[in-house]
Structure formats: structure tokens, C-alpha cells
T-cell receptor, first 114, second 109 residues
Framework: DAMVIQNPRYQVTQFGKPVTLSCSQT?????MYWYQQKSSQAPKLLFH???????NEADTPDNFQSRRPNTSFCFLDIRSPGLGDAAMYLC?????????????FGPGTRLLVL | GEDVEQSLFLSVREGDSSVINCTYT??????LYWYKQEPGAGLQLLTY?????DMKQDQRLTVLLNKKDKHLSLRIADTQTGDSAIYFC?????????FGKGTTLSVSS
């Protein structure tokens, strides 16, 4: 089945230790998104890739970076995680410009910072 | 800016209908969405409605859109215990989705 896959589902890291979260998709969608969802809050967009073009939200901290080496994969890098970065990180994809612009989400990676 | 508001909690009995309400601010939104999130899981797309529609029905789900009042609702008929989850309303702003804070639906048997 075509889908959005996130690995790992749970990630524990230490304060200040860089961590990378992974997302892959078999939908061949041209846009990939990263959202941060803190407990009992709405998902908040961090950034997205439209094909190879990176689009950062204005209030996304510099501590958060992203890479998209090819259509299928997108990574979220947190350079120096703080306790406030503990959250669920959701990857989503959509097919913008092709008439199917609905966003489909992966299962999420829950990040714990010790 | 864009803002999406939802009531935080709804409690219903199994077999009753549930109605979850949402208001949004961006009148230029072309699509409005309902997502479901179960504990510890990602967001599952339930349904969406295009802004030139007033109503959309999909099995037990009915979406009503009042563009004048910028009000969106999701009705779940014959609510089951498996429907217990958080339901997010979202509007599309450019390529991003703006979510409400979610409505926690609790279904008792």
C-alpha cells in the first residue's frame, strides 16, 4: 500500500545531542512537510519541501533543519535538542499542482529529550 | 492571520450522533479538512470539503460548511466506542495546513 513511513516511532536523545528523524513515502508526492505537535496542542508546520525547494516557516528555530535527498525521503535534523523540543514530529506529503493537494500524514515520531 | 477554533471536549453515548464544530478565519481557504488522531498515533484524514460545497456525506460522516459564518461541522452518525479520538479541523493556507487545537470525543457504552 502507498504510504508515509516514519522511523523511528520513538526516539530518546540527550539534551544537546544531535538527532535525526526520518520520513519516506511511496506516494510519489512532490511536497513533504514536517510538523511539530506538543502535548494537547495543534500540529504546527516547521517547514516543507516543494520538490527540491526548501520553505522554512518564519518562526521555526534555527535549531531545526531538514534535508530531502530525493523525492521519497525527507529528514528532520535537530542540532542541539532542548527539553522544550520534546514532542511528536509528524511528516506529511501532498501532490500540489496535480489536483490532489490533500496532505497525508505518517504515524509520527515521538521524541523524548533527557 | 489565520486561526481555527474548536471546542475542546465532547462526550456522547454509543449509538448517538456526534457533532463537532469548528470556526475558521481565512475566507480564501479552498479546502477544509477533518483529521482523526488516536492516542500516540499520527493524523488520519477523515474527509474534506471544497469551499464551493455546502455539504458532503461519506458513510457515517456528514460535513456541513457555512461560508458566510465561516463555520464547519462534522457529524458522526451512530457513534461507536472506536470513534473515541481527537478530531482536528484544518484549513489550507497556501501549502500549509492551519489546525485547530482538536476536539476530544469520548464515547461511552
Amino acid at each position: 500500500d502507498a504510504m508515509v513511513i516514519q522511523n523511528p516511532r520513538y526516539q530518546v536523545t540527550q539534551f544537546g545531542k544531535p538527532v535525526t528523524l526520518s520520513c519516506s513515502q511511496t506516494l510519489n508526492h512532490n511536497v513533504m512537510y514536517w510538523y511539530q505537535q506538543k502535548s494537547s496542542q495543534a500540529p504546527k508546520l516547521l517547514f516543507h519541501y516543494y520538490d527540491k525547494d526548501f520553505n522554512n516557516e518564519a518562526d521555526t528555530p534555527d535549531n531545526f533543519q531538514s534535508r530531502r535527498p530525493n523525492t521519497s525521503f525527507c529528514f528532520l535534523d535537530i542540532r542541539s535538542p532542548g527539553l522544550g523540543d520534546a514532542a511528536m514530529y509528524l511528516c506529511a506529503t501532498s501532490s500540489v499542482g496535480r489536483g490532489k493537494e490533500t496532505q497525508y500524514f505518517g504515524p509520527g515520531t515521538r521524541l523524548l529529550v533527557l | 492571520g489565520e486561526d481555527v477554533e474548536q471546542s475542546l471536549f465532547l462526550s456522547v453515548r454509543e449509538g448517538d450522533s456526534s457533532v463537532i464544530n469548528c470556526t475558521y478565519t481565512d475566507s480564501s481557504s479552498t479546502y477544509l479538512y477533518w483529521y482523526k488522531q488516536e492516542p500516540g498515533a499520527g493524523l488520519q484524514l477523515l474527509t474534506y470539503i471544497f469551499s464551493n460545497m455546502d455539504m458532503k456525506q461519506d458513510q457515517r460522516l456528514t460535513v456541513l460548511l457555512n461560508k458566510k459564518d465561516k463555520h464547519l461541522s462534522l457529524r458522526i452518525a451512530d457513534t461507536q466506542t472506536g470513534d473515541s479520538a481527537i478530531y482536528f479541523c484544518a484549513e489550507r493556507a497556501g501549502t500549509a495546513l492551519i489546525f485547530g487545537k482538536g476536539t476530544t470525543l469520548s464515547v461511552s457504552s
